[in-house]
């Protein structure tokens, strides 16, 4: 890769994240420049975050609906997925996954609400009453 094929972002207006770039200079030789994310880092971020959003509102209307409980409502809020949810809260994969439905989500004990609402790092109204 040619040195100016590799742009390096001096100006901080571009995002306070440092990176690591490596190029070749003209006789060969790697050269390690250090600068700011650039647009197209800020472009791709904002890609993922928008995707992450349509996702976690397409949970909060299927809760809304009654398709599915709220713990995939702050599942997805919380960038979790069902297996590290169930580390997370010491709940195994197959029973968090079953917790989904919400006919099982409403017969729940205390104790495994409690279980889901300190692993959202949320009280349990708040886990039962999605915004």
Request: hydrophobic share 35%.
């Given at each position: 890769?040619e040195?100016?094929q590799n742009p390096?972002y001096?100006n901080?207006?571009y995002?306070?994240s440092r990176?690591?770039?490596y190029?070749?200079e003209?006789?060969?030789?790697?050269?390690?420049?250090?600068?700011?994310h650039?647009?197209p880092?800020?472009?791709?971020l904002?890609q993922?975050?928008d995707?992450f959003?349509e996702?976690i509102?397409d949970?909060r209307?299927?809760?809304?609906a009654?398709?599915?409980?709220?713990?995939?409502?702050?599942?997805?809020?919380n960038l979790?997925d069902?297996?590290n949810l169930?580390m997370i809260a010491?709940?195994?994969?197959?029973r968090?996954?079953?917790?989904?439905r919400?006919?099982?989500?409403n017969?729940?004990?205390e104790?495994?609400?409690?279980?889901?609402?300190?692993a959202?790092?949320i009280?349990?109204?708040?886990?039962?009453n999605?915004?």
């Open positions: 890769m040195e100016n390096v001096k901080k207006d995002g306070q990176e690591l770039l190029s070749y003209n006789d060969g030789q790697y050269k390690k420049t250090v600068g700011f650039g647009e880092d800020r472009i791709i904002q993922a975050w995707l959003g996702r509102e949970a209307k299927r809760v809304k009654g398709k599915v409980s709220p713990v995939v409502y702050y599942m997805e809020k979790l069902p297996m169930g010491g709940i195994s994969l197959w968090v996954k079953w917790h989904f919400p006919v099982v989500f017969r729940l004990q104790k495994t609400l409690q279980k889901y609402a300190k959202f790092n009280t349990i109204d708040q886990l039962k999605i915004e």
